[in-house]
Nanobody, 124 residues
Framework: QLQLVESGGGLVQPGGSLKLSCVAS????????AAWFRQAPGKEREGVAS????????HYVDSVKGRFTISRDNTKNTIYLQMNNLERGDTAVYYC?????????????????WGQGTQVTVSA
């Protein structure tokens, strides 16, 4: 059974850092591209960063560029999102997702499987 499980969320002060992890099971992660999405209260889910199956290509939306880093370790079947200099506007539930090909357009239909999400709250 294919499963994605996120972890690493929590409460952090503005300017702080968090590292999210997404562990895949039931399939071989290296065959899939991946992305992180987030959904803030009262807002639609939006893409944040994406990564190709090899990890050689990455993309970030403008609001997180220079602060977030997406990476993967296919030997550990894990995708990461390092988040630095966090802002209150980053508060959201963060989801990882996988799909058959790498894209920078963040259409949810391009992703076949999703995790359950992990809450990130940025507050003083």
């Amino acid at each position: 059974q294919l499963q994605l499980v996120e972890s690493g969320g929590g409460l952090v002060q503005p300017g702080g850092s968090l590292k999210l992890s997404c562990v895949a099971s039931g399939f071989t992660l290296k065959d899939y591209a991946a992305a992180w999405f987030r959904q803030a209260p009262g807002k639609e889910r939006e893409g944040v960063a994406s990564i190709s199956n090899s990890g050689m290509s990455t993309h970030y939306v403008d609001s997180v560029k220079g602060r977030f880093t997406i990476s993967r370790d296919n030997t550990k079947n894990t995708i990461y999102l390092q988040m630095n200099n966090l802002e209150r506007g980053d508060t959201a539930v963060y989801y990882c997702a996988v799909g058959p090909y790498y894209t920078a357009h963040y259409f949810e239909d391009d992703y076949t499987d999703w995790g359950q999400g992990t809450q990130v709250t940025v507050s003083a």
